[in-house]
């Protein structure tokens, strides 16, 4: 069954430091793979995808991932992280499969972003 | 387009009593996702739809729950008799399966407390 992992709950940076953030994933082909960002009390916004291609990619505010597939990993990162980046992030995998439209997520990564 | 609308956006309400919520996809969109969020159990996919049809009500967590979709630009989710551990943030999420694999907009989420 797919899955997502996100072995991170919690961390914590220091503002103007580099961030990853790990995602692994568990599917028989390759997927589809997202990051989304929550803020409080908001709705998951979408910072980057991967499809096919290129396996770095680009996303908004900086952000920036790549796919692995040997490792079957998806991390997120940022070179220098601002305060504002203090949320909640969330990996997820889609199926990619004719007629399956399922879209797991990972239990999620709070960030908290220190002066 | 306003992206995906969800209402109310806080719900409180009495054990026992019934609930709805309504989600309004992007137009054009033909998938609908209900997810619950809660701090012990993360994200957790409820249900989804494919032009209207639900495909995957799995993790729906009872008969208490139902959720419709009678057209493509609404859908409810509905919890008689509600109960206290119900309490969580609801979200609901579109997307379009017509040009392949895209991502899923959120809605910004209904927080219900049943008291």
């Known amino acids: 069954a797919q899955s997502v992992t996100q072995p991170d709950i919690h961390i914590t940076v220091s503002e103007g430091a580099s961030l990853e953030l790990r995602c692994n994933y568990s599917y028989g082909a390759t997927p589809y793979l997202f990051w989304y960002v929550q803020s409080p009390g908001q709705g998951l916004q979408l910072l980057l995808k991967y499809f096919s291609g290129d396996t770095l990619v680009q996303g908004i505010k900086g952000f920036e991932a790549e796919f692995k597939r040997s490792q079957s990993s998806f991390n997120l990162r940022k070179p220098s992280v601002h305060w504002s980046d203090a949320a909640e992030y969330f990996c997820?995998?889609?199926?990619?499969?004719?007629?399956?439209?399922?879209?797991?997520f990972g239990t999620g990564t709070r960030l908290t972003v220190i002066p | 387009d306003a992206g995906v609308i969800q209402s109310p956006r806080h719900e409180v309400t009495e054990m026992g009593q019934e609930v709805t919520l309504r989600c309004k996809p992007i137009s054009g969109h033909n998938s609908l996702f209900w997810y619950r969020q809660t701090m012990m159990r993360g994200l957790e996919l409820l249900i989804y739809?494919?032009?209207?049809?639900?495909?995957?009500d799995s993790g729906m967590p009872e008969d208490r729950f139902s959720a419709k979709m009678p057209n493509a630009s609404f859908s409810t989710l509905k919890i008689q008799p509600s109960e206290p551990r119900d309490s969580a943030v609801y979200f609901c999420a579109s997307r379009s399966t017509r040009t392949g694999w895209t991502e899923a907009f959120f809605g910004q989420g209904t927080r219900l407390t049943v008291v």
């Open positions: 739809f494919n032009n209207n049809v639900p495909i995957d």
């Open positions: 997820a995998v889609g199926e990619k499969q004719t007629g399956a439209n399922n879209l797991f």
